[in-house]
Structure formats: C-alpha cells, structure tokens
C-alpha cells in the first residue's frame, strides 16, 4: 500500500469550513487494508458520492476510518483527500492482516 | 471501500454532488485502456523512478513497441495528470479530491475540427473554456498550441468521444514513429515533436 499527499487544494474565498489536501492511495492486488485518522480535525473523504465539485467541504464529509481493497488480480488506485480543520500533517493507522503500521502523511508544502 | 468503487458505476443511491450523470471512468480503467494498445509504454511517475515531486502519481503514456527509446527521448501522446504544477499548469485545480486530467496529443487538425478555431488562436480565445468544468473536451490549458486536448474526469457526456480520441492519439503517435537504429544521426529522436 502506498501514499501520496499533494498541496492544499484552493478554496472559494469565504468562509470555508475545512481545506482538503488530496491523498491518493494505491494498494496492491489482493490486498485489504483499513486506513484511520488518528489527528483530531481531520477526516478522509475517499466516498466519491460525497465529492463536490464546489471543493467545498465539512468534516463529517469524511470518514474517521476507511477500508481499502484492492481488485483480486491488480492494483487499485483511490483518488481522495484528507479533509481538516488546520492540521496539514495527519498520523494514520494502518491495519494489514492484523498487523498495524503508523504512517504519517503531509500535505505538500506543509 | 471495494476495489470496483471508483470503477464506472450506476448508483442506485443519489447522484454524486460533482456529476451532471450518474457515472464516470476512472483513472485505472483508462491506464488499462492505453496499456491494451499494442506497443504501449505506461509509465507512472514516483519517487522510485525518479520522477519530480510534482509529478507523483501522473501517468504518462508512450509508442514504443521495442521498449527501446531512451527514457529522456520519449514523448508521451497521452498524459493523466492528478495534481497543479505550481506556477505552471493550475488552470484546472486538480487538487480537488477525485479529480484528474486526461490529455491527448491529437495534433492541430484535429484540434481544429474539435473547436473550431486552430491551436496557434488558442492564446486569444481562451477565455472562453472553463479549465475546472468536468466531462468537458477542452483544449489543454498549457499544450493547446501543439494540440493538445484535455478532459477532467470523463464520464457520460464525453466518454464515446474520449474513447475515439484515445485511439486518434494513438494511431497518430503510432504513424510518426520511427525504429531505432544503431548509430542514426538522430538516434534517439525518433518521435517527431507533437506539433504537427
């Protein structure tokens, strides 16, 4: 399984209620892993019916925990964000086969 | 979240807030579509190849049949791009979750019949695309000028087109290509520029 954090995306000027940084995850064929947030004012919004084109968000958009499974003989590819109130370093938890592996992900230039 | 989620799919349930249609194709399914076409070269950019930060996780798609163009020498007929190239290319802020951009060199005839207008009037009458608009062919906000068309997100209204334009570009990059041989005066330039 593997991670990458991009730049905070741009916003409509206003009040906006969380910024996203998108998090694209690739996990491997025949893989099956649970990815949680475990920093306070961040969520993971990987549900493409709750994205909006608008790029404007609310943190119960997104999930405290979500899990991932690859197709049976290929990767997969999922092409989310981390939604959060300010924090743009966020510690997930990574479940594999019972295992569990820390990951910490920035948002680029953060 | 099961592997086929982001995979063109009818809801049953509501409509996603971002789409006028009720399904889309993703990024896998038209890496897949390119890595079907015979001689096809994918590569995806990453800190393991070597690639630029900014350009992690975007897709690059070559004609190379023998796998034998050195990999500085190529160029790509099509590209996935998922992120803004800072001070670069930002037109279409594709750091919003979910989106991504498919970019295809079709050259400036074809670009010509798509829009109506040539490439080289792109500059003067690029006002009037929105680069951020999804399942949309739009000239590409950066590489108009040397044909190039884009798509964000493809999904009902423009999926049978992307699918013919996938196969122009590629026809197209397929026809210019020219063997590698040994010793050629311009060995290793043997993909035309994509300005035709």
Partial sequence: ?110 | MPCDHYRRQSYGGPTPSWATHNWYVTEDEIVRSFSDLPGVVTLIASKENGAPEVAWGDSFFFYDPDNAIPENRRLPFATIVISDYPGFDTASNLDRPGVFRLNLAVGRDRFNELFGFSSAEFAKRSNVFDFTALDRIIPHPVYAKQGWISVLVPGAGTEDQVRQLIVQSYERARGRYRPQRPGDPDEGHNQAANND
Avoid: H, W
Avoid at chain 1, 54 to 59: A, F, K, T
Avoid at chain 1, 69 to 81: H, I, K, L, R, W
Avoid at chain 1, 89 to 109: H, Q
């Fill in chain 1, 1 to 110: 399984m593997s991670f990458v954090g991009f730049r905070e995306s741009p916003v409509p000027p206003g009040a906006v209620p969380v910024k996203t940084f998108k998090m694209m995850v690739r996990i491997s064929a025949g893989s099956d892993a649970k990815v949680e947030t475990l920093t306070e004012g961040t969520s993971l919004l990987y549900d493409r019916a709750r994205f909006a084109s608008s790029n404007v968000y609310s943190l119960s958009d997104g999930d405290r925990s979500v899990r991932f499974t690859g197709c049976p003989d290929q990767s997969a590819v999922f092409n989310g964000a981390v939604l959060t109130t300010g924090p743009r370093t966020v510690d997930l938890k990574i479940t594999v086969d019972g295992r569990t592996i820390p990951v910490k992900v920035s948002a680029l230039g953060g």
